[in-house]
């Protein structure tokens, strides 16, 4: 929305005004996304509160509120990170993109092998100071999109050579995966996926894009091949002392392997065994969408919340589900192919190549992300332990999020800036963004290119 505006009378037109200190001239960029950004944490704020009611009653009896307030306070810190990235020129984050990602690399080896271990996984650092834990991987993935933007708008001229345009932005993407994949297998998955697709539109070759495919299928077509042949032999999964003792004696990256394995094979098979614990928590995420059915049992009405392990996190969306039907859990759906478009329309409107690519990235990594998180409750996907952005309880994946979110509106700011038609000069106030924001924007894009 342009800071000016020109009223016509029926004589003549009045002057244009500015609206001063209106949330307009503070919040800028898509208004769409800022008003999805609204709806979603309104929507996390009342499912977590739901969700951990139960929870918070037992833990610190029978204050309800405890994990409410939390969340408040992270979707304020959310909020502030939305408007500090939003506020910051977006060719900025070009150049800090290098030192990011080179620092990400450290910090991911030193979580594999150091890092708090969780659900048989090392995928947190403690932070020393707030005493927080935060999921490097979130880190990493906000640090690869900055710096293969910066690379494939650098490369366009040479994008179609192996050598000097595929190797330079591929060797980025396959270090940060293979990383990532040790601990949390599914968000390097989710994260090679969206990065080929941002590839694909930076017209990457699509031969060596198919290279790449089929590299990534050898090892997961082993992973499903192995799960067959365990369930075929009658080996139980993760039940019997001597796989429990295997565990304890062989090395982190056995167990997990042991574990991918399992979730294919109860994804494939099903397990119904009662000390399974993930097919216990896709059952009675099952249980929770069969109880909602259309119109669901209202808010704050859930019972499977009781019973269902991750309820306010990974399996956030099946008590969304519960609670307000399947018209609920398509509004969700909705929220996030919105965003996606919007998105998707910035990189469109968006003249400079980084901007354009920065966008998009960091759209389809939140999109596909939403997308498996949904899947692995409705038992169309194996189990991932990914959150839903925005909507799961808050942490260090939520504020990652809301700093994406800021740098996508900041490209949509500038964008704005762009569009916007010039006033006269005379007619520009002392506080108003004139051209010159536009030519720095086009300047730094040149520079860095």
Not at 23 to 37: S, T
Not at 284 to 291: E, F, P, R, T, V
Request: aromatic share 10%.
């Amino acid at each position: 929305m342009a800071a000016t505006a020109e009223i016509e009378t029926g004589e003549e037109a009045v002057k244009p005004r500015r609206w001063k200190g209106g949330l307009d001239q503070h919040a800028r960029g898509d208004k769409v996304i800022w008003a999805l950004v609204v709806l979603l944490t309104l929507v996390s704020l009342l499912t977590v509160y739901s969700a951990t009611g139960s929870l918070a009653y037992k833990k610190y009896k029978g204050n309800t509120e405890v994990y409410l307030f939390k969340q408040v306070i992270f979707i304020l810190l959310g909020f502030a990170v939305v408007y500090f990235a939003h506020r910051v020129n977006y060719t900025i984050y070009s150049k800090v993109a290098r030192i990011l990602f080179i620092l990400s690399i450290p910090l991911l080896a030193y979580t594999l092998f150091f890092g708090v271990k969780m659900n048989e996984g090392s995928r947190w650092i403690r932070v020393p100071l707030i005493n927080m834990t935060m999921q490097t991987s979130d880190l990493a993935k906000l640090a690869l999109f900055m710096y293969l933007a910066r690379l494939l708008s650098r490369k366009q001229q040479v994008i179609k050579s192996f050598k000097k345009g595929f190797l330079p932005v591929i060797l980025p993407i396959g270090i940060t995966c293979l990383l990532i994949a040790p601990a949390n297998l599914s968000t390097a998955l989710l994260l090679g996926a969206s990065c080929m697709m941002l590839l694909f539109i930076g017209r990457v070759s699509v031969k060596h894009l198919l290279l790449v495919a089929g590299v990534a299928l050898i090892p997961l077509i082993m992973l499903v091949m192995t799960a067959m042949v365990r369930h075929k032999s009658g080996k139980d999964v993760d039940t019997t002392e001597t796989t429990q003792a295997v565990k304890k004696a062989t090395g982190g990256l056995t167990t997990r392997v042991d574990t991918w394995i399992g979730r294919v094979e109860n994804f494939i098979y099903g397990g119904k065994e009662a000390d399974n614990d993930e097919m216990y928590q896709v059952n009675q995420a099952k249980i929770a969408i069969a109880k909602g059915g259309f119109v669901g049992v209202g808010p704050g009405n859930s019972t499977t919340r009781d019973y269902l392990p991750q309820a306010y996190n990974d399996f956030i969306f099946a008590i969304i589900i519960e609670e307000y039907g399947l018209i609920g859990g398509a509004f969700i759906l909705f929220i996030y192919i919105v965003f996606l478009y919007r998105c998707i329309r910035i990189f469109k409107r968006c003249p400079f190549a980084f901007g354009a690519f920065l966008a998009l990235g960091l759209s389809f990594t939140l999109a596909i992300q939403a997308v498996a998180n949904m899947a692995v409750t409705v038992n169309l996907f194996p189990v991932t332990g990914v959150t839903l952005p925005l909507v799961s309880m808050g942490g260090s994946s939520f504020l990652f999020t809301c700093l994406a979110i800021g740098i996508i509106l900041s490209v949509s700011r500038n964008v704005e800036n762009m569009e916007r038609p010039q006033p006269v000069a005379e007619e520009v106030g002392e506080e108003e963004e004139v051209p010159a924001e536009v030519v720095e924007v086009a300047i730094a894009e040149k520079t860095d290119a």
